[in-house]
């Protein structure tokens, strides 16, 4: 399995502004993914975090909002850029296994007011 | 590509008997079916999964089978507990991204 760690867990931010947060995976990975849980729905994949190259974005979602770093196989950091309210979400971050097994972070519960 | 279609979205039981959350899903190159349990506040957390190669999987209290035929998998909680009561999410994957389905928060009654 893998263990997955975000920080910060949660936070209350002002529209305009943006945050950045971290994704630690215990273990060298090779898929790492970058997920958005509206309140009360399911998940949606914003991209996935490619080691030394440019993140891959899903319909919807571009880098310009999303920026996407992924400096190592261990670490990855999503930036949600100019914030406004309908940006609330759980941002979750995942890893998946070679056997297909895919593991969640424990989530970033962002507000933005 | 896949759509995964997941019923009931809210289910009661009384503890101790048992719960059954019903997928079904599009595509037929699917062949890895896992499942989910979120805890308020909590990330996902997988708890059982099937490949295509067997028709049912079990674990303790929690079971799950799979159609292929039919294109429909569940999962089966017996004896259910207070811990049981979650949201739990089925997805389905060819071999690469998952589709989840839309979720079914699961109330256990004392």
Same mark, same amino acid.
């Given at each position: 399995?893998?263990?997955?760690?975000?920080?910060?867990?949660?936070?209350?931010?002002?529209?305009? #502004?943006?945050?950045?947060?971290?994704?630690?995976?215990?273990?060298?990975?090779?898929?790492?993914?970058?997920?958005?849980?509206?309140?009360?729905?399911?998940?949606?994949?914003?991209?996935?975090?490619?080691?030394?190259?440019?993140?891959?974005?899903?319909?919807?979602?571009?880098?310009?909002?999303?920026?996407?770093?992924?400096?190592?196989?261990?670490?990855?950091?999503?930036?949600?850029?100019?914030?406004?309210?309908?940006?609330?979400?759980?941002?979750?971050?995942?890893?998946?296994?070679?056997?297909?097994?895919?593991?969640?972070?424990?989530?970033?519960?962002? #507000?933005?007011? | /590509?896949?759509?995964?279609?997941?019923?009931?979205?809210?289910?009661? +039981?009384?503890? /101790?008997?048992?719960?059954?959350?019903?997928?079904?899903?599009?595509?037929?190159?699917?062949?890895?079916?896992?499942?989910?349990?979120?805890? @308020?506040?909590?990330?996902?957390? @997988?708890?059982?999964?099937?490949?295509?190669? +067997? /028709?049912?999987?079990?674990?303790?209290?929690?079971?799950?089978?799979?159609?292929?035929?039919?294109?429909?998998?569940?999962?089966?909680?017996?004896?259910?507990?207070?811990?049981?009561?979650? +949201?739990?999410?089925?997805?389905?994957?060819?071999? *690469?991204?998952?589709?989840? *389905?839309? *979720?079914?928060? @699961?109330?256990?009654?004392?």
């Amino acid at each position: 399995s893998a263990v997955i760690s975000q920080k910060p867990s949660r936070d209350i931010c002002q529209r305009g #502004t943006s945050l950045t947060i971290q994704c630690q995976v215990d273990s060298q990975v090779t898929m790492m993914f970058w997920y958005r849980q509206q309140p009360g729905q399911s998940l949606t994949l914003i991209a996935t975090a490619n080691q030394g190259s440019e993140a891959t974005y899903e319909s919807g979602f571009v880098i310009d909002k999303f920026p996407i770093s992924r400096p190592n196989l261990t670490f990855s950091t999503l930036t949600v850029s100019n914030m406004s309210p309908e940006d609330s979400s759980i941002y979750l971050c995942s890893t998946r296994l070679a056997n297909n097994e895919q593991f969640f972070g424990p989530g970033t519960r962002l #507000t933005v007011l | /590509g896949e759509n995964v279609e997941q019923h009931p979205s809210t289910l009661s +039981v009384q503890e /101790g008997d048992s719960a059954v959350i019903k997928c079904t899903y599009s595509d037929s190159a699917s062949n890895y079916f896992p499942w989910y349990k979120q805890e @308020l506040g909590k990330g996902p957390q @997988l708890i059982i999964d099937i490949r295509s190669n +067997v /028709g049912e999987k079990k674990d303790q209290r929690i079971a799950v089978t799979l159609n292929k035929t039919a294109k429909h998998f569940s999962l089966h909680i017996t004896e259910t507990q207070p811990e049981d009561s979650a +949201v739990y999410f089925c997805a389905a994957s060819p071999g *690469g991204e998952l589709t989840f *389905g839309t *979720g079914t928060r @699961l109330t256990i009654i004392p």
